[in-house]
């Protein structure tokens, strides 16, 4: 196992178009975290995962921005109908329940351009 | 008040120096802190973690914490060129709340 993969690792898009991102997580780890991070400010606490329940979301993420988890495995994040500001790193980390939980592993993040 | 603060910096320490990174946090429900390093242009990599009031040391880091003050830190000995990057504070808890970070650039 290699760590948190998200794929694209970069991303274009024109504003008004939907996106999906992908996180892959360590095989072990049940909890997964979606954080949006901008330049000069730490990540943004987007959403959790304990396995595929979804049990946490902040108030911050507007209904355009979705995310599942549908096998307790990979997650996707959607942005539907991007606007500028959605222009961010977008990261993916994965923690083990139990001891030392909420250690995170993050991947390399996805880098959103909205044009 | 955030929920997280730190002095974004930057912080500049000669090599060879003690790097002092401070953090205070507003939840007195949070129970377990963490600091992450950044480099520019990629991800957050977990480089201690401490959950009791006290110091605890790894290498030449040393996280202290007081938890009557609500209050974390960081401290660096030997600071090293490569250490430059930034240092975020992390509090658990499911709403996960990290500070905006402190960079630090360590002179050669």
Not at chain 2, 78 to 83: A, W
């Given at each position: 196992d290699t760590g948190v993969s998200q794929n694209p690792r970069h991303k274009i898009t024109k504003r008004g178009q939907n996106v999906t991102f992908r996180c892959d997580p360590i095989?072990?780890?049940?909890r997964l975290y979606w954080y949006r991070q901008t330049l000069g400010q730490g990540p943004e606490f987007l959403t959790y995962f304990q396995n595929e329940a979804q049990l946490e979301k902040s108030r911050?993420?507007?209904?355009r921005f979705s995310a599942e988890r549908p096998k307790g495995s990979f997650s996707t994040l959607e942005i539907q109908r991007?606007?500028?500001?959605?222009?961010a790193m977008y990261l993916c980390a994965s923690s083990q329940q139990?001891?030392?939980?909420?250690k995170l592993f993050f991947g390399s993040g996805t880098q959103l351009s909205v044009l | 008040q955030k929920e997280v603060e730190q002095n974004s910096g930057p912080l500049s320490v000669p090599e060879g120096a003690i790097a002092s990174l401070n953090c205070t946090y507003s939840?007195?429900?949070?129970q377990s802190f963490f600091w992450y390093r950044q480099y520019s242009g990629k991800s957050p990599e977990l480089i201690m973690s401490i959950y009791s009031n006290g110091d605890k040391e790894d290498g030449r880091f040393t996280a202290q914490l007081n938890k009557a003050s609500q209050y974390v830190s960081l401290l660096i000995r030997?600071?090293?060129?490569?250490?430059s990057a930034t240092y975020l504070c992390h509090t658990g808890g499911f709403k996960t709340i990290f500070g905006a970070g402190t960079r630090l650039f360590v002179k050669a």
């Open positions: 095989s072990e780890h049940n911050l993420l507007s209904d991007t606007e500028q500001g959605d222009s139990g001891v030392g939980t909420q | 939840d007195r429900g949070s030997d600071s090293q060129p490569s250490d």
